[in-house]
């Protein structure tokens, strides 16, 4: 057994303001590339990783872990070798670790001939989520999976649902170099909330699907509001209040926290929108002397894709 297979894993945007948890969509500019190999002796092991330093030990890595999940439950498991080429940085807000994650096990399941489902696959990947951030969290390894826009559904049983994507739709995203630690942005939100904030809330999600589905860019506009956990998160990102004030000043539908930060996201309407939105916020992060990358994606409708097999 000799099969080997090279994916991009694209980076995702959690949460969408609303969503904490359960919605998240996928980017197509901006993933890491992985190569997959099989072979007969047993085990799981990293043989290489360039761009980042993460642990090479299986049972230490966000990939390895989610591999040995998928392994467990396949008849006669084959050994893997697992090359990762990180293009995303760790700390970024834009699902570095889910990244490694769903490639790893997509990767796996298709060499194997896909004998898991996609919800299968969301499930493997989350236990690399728990190593990187202590909590199975599925918001951005689904979109990494399935592509487009996701909804959790729920946890228990784990339900998730790929939602319509409006060809239309664009990101922004701008990244500052400093890191926010999932876990420590974890540790600043409340574990309880008024009625009337999730009343709002859960509103606002219903109105997002709904916006997504009828192509309503004034209701997706509308509905990108985070009345429980931006209040609180904004405040470990530099000129959050600036970068969303000139991203919406040039049309952006609407602009919030990418996942648990430091990244920012902007959703508009048009590529011309969108980068138009960019340069704003490059204003915006120009003066800090704070180093930053920006991202203009499309959304990323398929998810992990094949490079080279």
Known sequence: MNKRIKIFAPATVANLSCGFDVLGCCLDTVGDEMVISLHEDPGVKIT????????????????????????????????????????????SGIGSSAASSAGAVWAVNHLLGNPFSPQDLVAFAMEGEKLASGNAHADNVAPALLGGFTLVRSYTPLDVIKLYTPEDLMMTVIHP?????????????????????GIRQWGNVGGLVAGLYTEDYGLIGRSLEDVIIE?????????????????????????????????????????????HVATAIREVYDTTGLAFDIHVSKINDQGVKIIDS
């Open 48 to 91: 290489k990783i360039e761009g980042a330093d993460l642990p090479l030990e299986t049972h230490k890595n966000v990939a390895g872990v989610a591999v040995e999940a998928l392994l467990k439950k396949y008849d006669q498991p084959p050994g893997v070798d697992i090359e990762i080429y990180k293009k995303i940085k760790a700390g």
């Open 177 to 197: 170099q400093i890191e926010v630690k999932t876990s420590d942005s974890r540790s600043v939100i409340k574990t309880n909330i008024t009625l009337k904030d």
């Open 231 to 275: 209040p609180l998160r904004s405040i470990l990102i530099p000129e959050f209040n600036a970068v969303k004030e000139a991203a919406m000043s040039k049309g952006a539908l609407g602009c919030g926290i990418s996942g648990s930060g430091p990244s920012i996201f902007a959703l508009s309407k048009g590529t011309e929108t969108a980068n």
